[in-house]
């Protein structure tokens, strides 16, 4: 099993052994881009590139179809 944390938001990386960690700073990211409200993105889309649970274009055409 993988978790992902904000490491923007937090300063100490869990110790846990059982489990792979993955770091993703969201916040500084959403920065880089001028956007701060993109940050919950960013982590969705980390979410998606390391469990395969669906893919990115079905996630991005399923927000397509809610905006219309």
């Known amino acids: 099993s ?3 944390y904000n490491s923007s938001l937090i300063d100490h990386a869990p ?3 059982d489990i792979r ?3 993703v700073p969201a916040n500084d ?3 880089e881009m001028g956007n701060n409200k993109v940050a919950n993105m960013i982590v969705l889309g ?3 590139g390391v469990s ?6 079905s996630v991005v055409e399923a927000d ?3 905006v219309v």
Do not use: E, H, N, Q
Not at 52 to 57: E, F, I, M, R
């Open 52 to 57: 395969g649970v669906v893919s990115v274009d």
């Open 46 to 48: 980390a979410y998606l």
């Open 64 to 66: 397509r179809k809610s």
């Open 2 to 4: 993988s978790d992902l």
């Open 15 to 17: 110790t846990r052994t």
């Open 21 to 23: 960690v993955i770091a």
């Open 29 to 31: 990211i959403a920065a």
